[in-house]
């Protein structure tokens, strides 16, 4: 089956123009097991096809490899595609357990440069703040980030899990296109707060992890049964009693993926493009993948419409999902609200 190629959208008042879904890049390289090379780099390139221009990824995405992976592609279709990628989660491949947030302005003129030779680029186009570490003022960290784009390293800002109060303080340093955070019909802590002050400074929301780092999709029942080398093991929802409960909450998108002829996948990402409706803002999330199947799967969703008798039936879904997003939620938004 063919799919229409993907509409547009600026991404944040200012900001580039994307397809209305974007390709998250990390599991490439790290995080879900093994990966077959040649597949992913098949993957990227039926994403262009489709209309996704928005790639994404993260300077500790396999130690900088994941950068060193896309930015041959980037550098082939460097017209036709808009490259993100993040700084300030510092890694050690010594300690793979060993996690650090740097903010301070040195490390993120150092994190740029880095970058930009991994990815092979001139310019970054959205160059996210990863994660915020509270002991740095923001003003320094974002000016830092403007710096970068008055330097012509960077065309625009974004930042990842902050709350409505840093986006609205950092956005009065400098215009921030795009906000990244988890936002999936599992996970709406974000609309505390962050939504609505992307919603009233024009700023695009990115959400990661949609399809609930694949538990949405029924793809596993029990991350704790998965390969040694998957993150998701770590994660409190996805294992356990926690993964048995939630495995419950899958009933309401299998009856509606059943009326729509669709996929629990397809509804879990068209619930979240309604997002933009529903809080007046761009939303453009970035599910990962690395094949081809699901990225037509994925796509497919940008067209799905679900009526308001879905939406009502999946309402009440996020409030009832057991165990954390991470088990330590000190480095997200709403660990700090």
Known sequence: MTHPVLPTTELGTGGPLVGVQGLGCMGMSEFYGPTDSDEALATLGAALEAGVTLFDTADMYGFGRNEE????????????????????????????????????????????????????????????????????????SVGAMAGLVEAGKVRHLGLSEVTGAELREAHAVHPIAAVQSE?????????????????????????????????????????????????????????????????ELLAPLREIAQAHGGTLAQVALAWVHQRAEVHGLTVVPIPGTRKRSRLAENTAAATLRLTEADLALLEPVSGRVAGDRYADMSNTSVGRE
């Open 183 to 247: 936002w999936s019909v599992f996970a709406r802590d974000v609309e505390r707060s962050a939504v609505p002050a992307a919603a009233e400074l024009g700023v695009a929301f990115v959400p990661y992890s949609p399809l609930g780092r694949g538990f949405l999709t029924g793809a596993f029942q029990d991350a704790g049964k998965l390969s040694d080398n998957d993150f998701r093991r770590t994660h409190p929802r996805y294992t356990g009693d926690n993964a048995a409960a939630n495995g």
């Open 69 to 140: 992976f896309v930015g041959p592609f980037v550098r082939a279709n460097r017209d036709k595609v808009v490259i993100a990628t993040k700084f300030a989660i510092e890694r050690s491949e010594q300690d793979p357990t060993r996690r650090a947030v740097r903010n301070d302005p040195a490390y993120i003129r150092a994190a740029v440069d880095a970058s930009l030779r991994r990815l092979g680029v001139d310019e970054i186009d959205l160059y996210y703040m990863h994660r915020r570490n509270p002991d740095v003022p923001l003003a320094e």
